[in-house]
């Protein structure tokens, strides 16, 4: 059986005690919409604050955006520009799509295997001088910076699917959106309540001008 994340959120309003069910996060249902709200942000936090194998990325390759300075280095006749990492850097990779939170950047296995690579130096920075293939600037891009040729990337990936979740994770994640669920669900029947007393009094302030 296929698991989607309307069922998760449905197994949360049954938890709750709300007797309304959605059939999409995007139909517009006041469940609906506190579901769409906090549905990926209860996801993504749990992946990154807990730990789960399912989320683990190990020795992932990163894509090389920006190589090492030129021979020599830098001087009058061959000054830094942006086409290369900013200075302190060798190489500029670009950061997974599915990374939510780098742990280390590894260096590659070298002919004598290291059972044991130590993480090196590594800064996360963001980079708008990145230009696309029409050459034209693309927008800001989230990048590492490292001295590390060949670096390998450590992480806690976003995993969307439920179908890929363990029993544990399912629970928590159904728990968490149930506490996210309930204060939502509640703040807007407040706020529905408030608006019906505001059209109500300009109802009879209405009609009260008109006697």
């Given at each position: 059986m296929t698991v989607a994340p309307e069922d998760l959120v449905n197994q949360a309003l049954v938890e709750i005690g709300y007797s309304e069910r959605i059939a999409s996060l995007e139909e517009g249902t006041r469940a609906a919409d506190a579901a769409l709200e906090v549905y990926r942000q209860v996801r993504d936090e749990l992946l990154r604050a807990g730990g789960f194998p399912l989320a683990r990325r190990a020795n992932i390759p990163l894509a090389l955006l920006k190589g090492p300075p030129p021979p020599g280095g830098y001087n009058p006749g061959q000054p830094?520009?942006?086409?290369?990492?900013?200075?302190?850097?060798?190489?500029?990779?670009?950061?997974?799509?599915?990374?939510?939170?780098?742990?280390?950047?590894?260096?590659?296995?070298?002919?004598m295997f290291d059972l044991d690579?130590?993480?090196?130096?590594?800064?996360?920075?963001?980079?708008?001088?990145?230009?696309?293939?029409?050459?034209?600037?693309?927008a800001q891009q989230k990048v590492i910076l490292s001295n590390l040729k060949g670096a390998l990337a450590v992480y806690t990936g976003r995993v969307t699917d439920p179908n890929l979740w363990d029993a544990s994770f399912v629970s928590l994640v159904v728990k968490r959106l149930g506490e996210k669920l309930v204060r939502a669900l509640r703040e807007g029947e407040a706020v529905e309540k408030i608006e019906r007393a505001e059209e109500a009094a300009l109802t009879g302030a209405a009609e009260a001008n008109r006697g």
């Open positions: 830094w520009s942006a086409q290369y990492p900013p200075p302190g850097f060798l190489y500029q990779y670009g950061y997974p799509a599915d990374c939510l939170e780098l742990k280390a950047i590894v260096p590659p296995p070298g002919a690579p130590k993480p090196a130096v590594f800064r996360v920075d963001n980079d708008n001088s990145l230009i696309d293939r029409n050459g034209a600037a693309t």
